[in-house]
């Protein structure tokens, strides 16, 4: 059985940072993609960052780059996502997921974290 689980949400004021983690547990996901998604309120989840197992590349989401930034600890089988100059608009809540297809998209991902709530008030 896989877990991940994420944590370092939390209210934060506009212009202000804050790094997401997630944990992995179970198995180890060193050959697995690994991203970040989020849904907002009243609105569909979307793909926001992904990174291989490698960690020799990363895609962002254009709302997100530049201000985000996605890394990963294989040795402590953990994912994190930094979050800087953060916005109202990035209020969600943020799922960790893994998946073995390299272009990680929401249908590829194989396991879902069960989310942390980022609330930047303006």
């Known amino acids: 059985q896989v877990q991940l689980v994420e944590s370092g949400g939390g209210l934060v004021q506009a212009g202000g940072s804050l790094r997401l983690s997630c944990a992995t547990s179970?198995?180890?996901?060193?050959?697995?993609?690994m991203g970040w998604f989020r849904q907002a309120p009243g609105k569909e989840r979307e793909f926001v960052a992904r990174?291989?197992?490698?960690?020799?590349?990363?895609y962002y989401a254009d709302a997100v780059k530049g201000r985000f930034t996605i890394s990963r600890d294989n040795a402590k089988s953990t994912v994190y996502l930094q979050m800087n100059s953060l916005k109202p608009e990035d209020t969600a809540v943020y799922y960790c997921?893994?998946?073995?297809?390299?272009?990680?998209?929401?249908?590829?991902?194989?396991?879902w974290g069960q989310g942390t709530q980022v609330t930047v008030s303006s």
């Open positions: 990174i291989p197992w490698s960690g020799s590349s990363t």
């Open positions: 179970g198995r180890t996901l060193s050959q697995y993609t």
């Open positions: 997921a893994a998946g073995r297809n390299y272009y990680l998209s929401e249908r590829t991902c194989d396991y």
